[in-house]
C-alpha cells in the first residue's frame, strides 16, 4: 500500500501463500503475518490473497515542468521479472492519471483544481503479462486534492441597499453581508473570513464575525445627511497578511422619521377676495414648509380665532400640502370689509419620540388678513321662496300677496318687478312693477290645480344685468263648490221574488272638494217611493233595501231610483245621482238566471256561432290574400319573347303549329325586308343557347331581290350549319310580295321623309282604311295650310 507518497508493500509469505487479514480504515501500512494454530497443531490456509490502502494525497495547482508525482503500487506478485503488469481505472485515467505498467508508478499529467473536483476514484489490479490472468483483484482507491489558498472571497452582489431610520440609537443593526470563499474550510483557514469596513466610519462599524453592519454615531439626521457609501472587505486566512480579500458597497438610506415640526416661512398673511364670492368658493392659499417627507410632511391646517372660523374655512391640498381658505358664509362688503384672524398648522401624523423633545412645539401658527371688495349685487328678496295662499274662485284683479326685493349696494338703487312667462304659460296672474303686488288675471280652480308655481324677477332699474329670480309657490286653497257623486257606476238588480227589507246595493259616493274636517256625506230618496228605501251608514256609504216583494219582468223589467247624496261643508253642496235596478228571475237562493237584457241575446246568435262565422271570414282572406301573390308572382316572370319590337332573324321552333298568319312574335317582316339591318350575332331568345359563342354566320347578299332568295339562302345556311337545332322549326311569314298594290308599309324600307308620302290612295282602300285616311290625309291639310 501507498499513502501520502511513500511506498508501503503489501507481501505475502514466501514460504506458504496467506492472505492479509482485513483492515480497519484509515490505517497506512500493511498487515504480515499468520492466524493462529487450532488445538490439533493444524494450519488454517486462507483461499485468496489481497492488498489494502488508504488515500493517496495530491497538492493541488502543481506549477512543475514534469508530470506530478501521486505514488506507487506494488504487489507481492511482483518478482521484478517484467511478467506483472498494473492496470489503473477510474475518473481521469488516459487524460488525468498514468500508471507505469511494469512499475505501477502513477503521474498527474495536468494542474488539478480542488474547487472543479476534490476526490478522483480509481481502480488498481495486477495481471499476468503472459496468460492475463488476475493475480491481484480490482481493488478501489482514492486521490484526494489537498487545498492551498487560490481563491478569494466574493460577495454575492457588487452593491447592497439599505435603509435605517433616522435618529436610531447606536448599534442599530442596518444589514448583514456575507461572503463566500470556494477553498477548503475543513483544511486551514483558507476559508476562514474576517470582515472589515474601508469606507463609512465613523457613522457605521461591520462586525467581524459575521458582516453585520450597524449605526456607529448617534442622531444621525436625515435633514442633514441622507446617503452614505459604505465599503465592507472580507479576507480569509483569519485577516492574517498574505490572505486574498474581496470587496463590497453598501448604499445606506437614512429613512425619514418625523423629526421635523411644520413652519411658516411668512407668519402674515394677506389676502383679499369679492363679496359676491360664492361659499365654498377659494380665496387664498397659505403654505407651511416641513422637512420631513412623504406620510411624516403631511400637514393639518385649523383656524382658531371664532371670527375666522364663522366666516372662513381651511383644508389642505393633498398634492401640495398648501391650506386653502374657503368661504363659509355670503360675505357682505356693507356689513365688514376685513377680517383677521389665526391659522394653525400641525403635522398629520405625530411621532411621540419627537413631541416632548427640546426643540419648539410641534406646530406653528401665523395670522391671515382677508380684504372684503365691493361689487355692484343683484337686488335680494326679503325671503326665498315665498309660499302664498289664496282661495279659489276668486274673481279676476284680486289680491295673491306682495314680494319685496332690495338693492343691498350702498347706492340702494330701485328695482323693478316682472313675472317670467315661462312659468305662468296660463297667464293667471299679474305683478306690480313697482310695489311687488301679486294679483290674479284669471279665476282659479283647486281642482284643476292645487299648486302654481311661478317665478318672479327683480331688476335694477339702473343696470338691468343685475336681476335675482325667487320661487312663488302658489296654494290654491279649497272651497265647497263641488257637489258628491256616486264613486262609481252601479248594475244593480232585483229578484222577483225578492222579499220586503232585503238589500239589493251598498253605495257610496265622492267628493272632488277637500274640506278641513274631511268629508261627511248624507243619502235620502224620496219617502213616497212604494219599491225601495234607503239607510244612511253614516259612513259615506248606504244600503238599498227592498220596500216589498213580489216584483215581476212583465210589469216592469227596469226601476230608475233618484239618490240625493249632499256634504256637510259650507255652503252645502247636493247632488242627485240615479241609480238603475234590473228585475232579473232568480233561483230560491237568489243567484240570477235571467234579466230582460238576456233576451237579446237569446233572440241573436250564440257564441259559439259567431266565433265560427269569424273564423270562417279569417280563412276567406288569407285564401284571398294567397291567391293575389300567386298572380303578382306570375306577371314577374319574364315572358319568352319580351317586345314585339325585337329585329329577330333567326327561325324560331315552336312545339305547336304556331298562330297562323298573325303569329309574329320571333320575327319582324321588316328585317325579311330589309336584311342589311340584321345583327348576324343577336342571340335566340326563345331558347337556351348551347354555345356561349354561336358559330358565325356570314351576312346575307345585298342583292337579293325577293323574300325568296332571302330564305333560300337562310335555309341552304342552316343546312350546312354544325350548330343548328336537331329538329325542324315551322315560321309563317305574313308577306304580301312584290306584286302587292299597297306594297310594303314597313317603315324600315321607307326611303323618303313623312313630308314626301301622298296618303290620298287610303280613301280608296275602303271602309276598313277610313281611320287611317282621316289621319294622314288631315295631317298633309293641315300642313298645305
Not at 504487489?75 to 503488469?85: A, P, T
Not at 288675471?441 to 317665478?455: G, P, Q, T, V
Not at 215581476?552 to 242627485?576: C, G, H, K
Request: charged fraction near 25%; aromatic fraction near 8%; charge should be negative.
Amino acid at each position: 500500500m501507498i499513502t501520502n507518497h511513500l511506498l508501503m508493500l503489501l507481501m505475502l509469505s514466501i514460504l506458504r501463500p496467506i492472505t492479509a487479514l482485513p483492515v480497519a480504515p484509515g490505517n497506512t501500512g500493511n498487515l504480515l503475518g499468520t492466524l493462529p494454530e487450532k488445538d490439533d497443531g493444524k494450519i488454517l490456509q486462507r483461499s485468496k490473497r489481497g492488498w489494502m490502502w488508504n488515500q493517496f494525497f495530491l497538492l493541488e495547482e502543481y506549477t512543475g515542468n514534469d508530470n506530478q508525482y501521486v505514488g506507487k503500487l506494488h504487489s507481492n506478485m511482483d518478482r521484478g521479472d517484467g511478467n506483472v503488469k498494473y492496470i489503473l481505472t477510474g475518473d481521469g485515467v488516459g487524460s488525468l492519471f498514468l500508471i507505469d505498467e511494469n512499475s505501477g508508478d502513477i503521474h498527474a499529467t495536468k494542474r488539478l483544481d480542488r474547487e472543479e473536483r476534490a476526490i478522483y476514484t480509481l481502480h488498481a489490479k495486477v495481471v499476468d503479462k503472459r496468460t492475463n490472468e488476475t493475480l491481484e483483484a480490482d481493488t478501489e482507491f482514492n486521490i484526494k486534492i489537498h487545498d492551498i489558498n487560490d481563491n478569494e472571497p466574493k460577495f454575492s452582489k457588487y452593491i447592497y441597499f439599505a435603509s435605517v431610520p433616522e435618529m436610531s440609537d447606536v448599534g442599530t443593526s442596518v444589514i448583514q453581508v456575507t461572503a463566500t470563499d470556494a477553498d477548503d474550510q475543513t483544511y486551514g483557514n483558507s476559508a476562514k473570513l474576517v470582515y472589515s469596513i474601508l469606507q463609512g466610519q465613523p457613522y457605521f462599524s461591520v462586525d467581524s464575525d459575521n458582516g453585520t453592519i450597524r449605526t456607529a454615531l448617534p442622531n444621525m439626521d436625515r435633514e442633514t445627511k441622507e446617503n452614505y457609501q459604505v465599503v465592507i472587505q472580507a479576507k480569509d486566512m483569519a485577516g492574517q497578511m498574505g490572505g486574498l480579500s474581496g470587496t463590497t458597497t453598501v448604499s445606506i438610506t437614512l429613512s425619514d422619521e418625523n423629526d421635523s415640526p411644520p413652519r411658516f416661512a411668512n407668519h402674515t398673511f394677506r389676502l383679499s377676495t369679492l363679496e359676491s364670492a360664492e361659499i365654498g368658493a377659494a380665496i387664498g392659499r397659505i403654505k407651511a414648509n416641513d422637512a420631513d417627507v412623504g406620510r411624516n410632511s403631511e400637514m393639518l391646517y385649523s383656524i382658531v380665532d371664532r371670527e375666522g372660523q364663522d366666516m372662513f374655512t381651511i383644508i389642505t391640498d393633498q398634492n401640495t400640502q398648501e391650506g386653502i381658505i374657503r368661504v363659509k358664509k355670503q360675505l357682505d362688503y356693507e356689513k365688514k370689509k376685513t377680517f383677521s384672524f389665526k391659522v394653525e398648522v400641525t403635522n398629520t401624523y405625530l411621532d411621540p419620540r419627537f413631541m416632548y423633545s427640546p426643540n419648539p412645539p410641534f406646530k406653528d401658527d401665523a395670522m391671515v388678513r382677508v380684504t372684503i371688495e365691493d361689487v355692484d349685487e343683484p337686488p335680494v328678496f326679503s325671503r326665498n321662496p315665498y309660499i302664498i295662499e289664496v282661495h279659489e274662485d276668486t274673481a279676476a284683479g284680486s289680491f295673491v300677496g306682495v314680494v319685496s326685493a332690495r338693492d343691498p349696494d350702498a347706492d340702494n338703487n330701485p328695482v323693478k318687478y316682472s313675472i317670467d312667462r315661462h312659468t305662468d304659460l296660463e297667464r293667471l296672474f299679474n305683478i306690480d312693477s313697482v310695489n311687488g303686488t301679486i294679483t290674479t288675471l284669471k279665476a282659479l280652480d283647486r281642482e284643476m290645480s292645487k299648486w302654481h308655481n311661478i317665478s318672479v324677477v327683480a331688476t335694477e332699474i339702473n343696470n338691468p344685468r343685475q336681476t335675482t329670480r325667487v320661487p312663488v309657490f302658489i296654494r290654491v286653497l279649497d272651497v265647497n263648490d263641488n257637489a258628491p257623486e256616486f264613486a262609481m257606476y252601479y248594475e244593480t238588480f232585483v229578484c222577483e221574488n225578492v222579499k220586503s227589507g232585503q238589500l239589493i246595493q251598498t253605495i257610496s259616493a265622492v267628493d272632488t272638494d277637500e274640506p278641513l274636517v274631511g268629508h261627511k256625506f248624507v243619502f235620502s230618496i224620496s219617502s213616497s217611493n212604494p219599491n225601495f228605501t234607503i239607510i244612511d251608514n253614516e259612513d259615506n256609504t248606504a244600503r238599498i233595501l227592498t220596500r216589498r216583494g213580489g216584483f215581476s219582468r212583465r210589469e216592469m223589467n227596469t226601476y230608475l231610483l233618484p239618490v240625493v247624496i249632499s256634504d256637510n261643508d259650507y255652503p252645502i253642496q247636493s247632488s242627485t245621482s240615479t241609480l238603475t235596478v234590473n228585475v232579473c228571475a232568480c233561483d230560491s237562493r237568489g243567484n240570477v238566471q235571467s234579466c230582460n237584457t238576456e233576451a237579446l241575446l237569446s233572440a241573436g246568435l250564440s257564441t259559439g256561432a259567431l266565433v265560427a262565422i269569424l273564423l270562417c271570414v279569417i280563412i276567406l282572406l288569407i285564401i284571398v290574400v294567397l291567391f293575389a301573390a300567386l298572380r303578382r308572382q306570375q306577371r314577374k316572370k319574364e315572358p319568352l319573347i319580351i317586345s314585339k319590337e325585337d329585329v329577330r332573324d333567326n327561325v324560331v321552333s315552336y312545339n305547336d303549329e304556331g298562330g297562323g298568319e298573325e303569329d309574329t312574335q320571333a320575327f319582324d317582316i321588316g328585317t325579311l325586308r330589309n336584311p342589311e339591318v340584321m345583327d348576324a350575332n343577336k342571340l335566340r331568345r326563345d331558347i337556351i343557347p348551347e354555345m356561349l359563342f354561336p358559330f358565325g354566320r356570314t351576312s346575307p347578299i345585298k342583292d337579293n331581290a325577293d323574300v325568296r332568295d332571302f330564305i333560300h339562302g337562310r335555309l341552304h345556311e342552316n343546312d350546312s350549319d354544325p350548330t343548328a337545332p336537331p329538329y325542324d322549326s315551322l315560321a309563317t311569314y305574313a308577306y304580301e310580295g312584290s306584286g302587292s298594290l299597297a306594297e310594303s308599309l314597313s317603315s324600315l324600307e321607307s326611303g323618303a321623309t313623312e313630308g314626301d308620302q301622298e296618303y290620298d290612295y287610303l280613301s280608296n282602300w275602303g271602309p276598313p282604311f277610313k281611320k287611317l285616311a282621316d289621319m294622314y290625309i288631315g295631317k298633309d291639310t293641315e300642313r298645305e295650310t
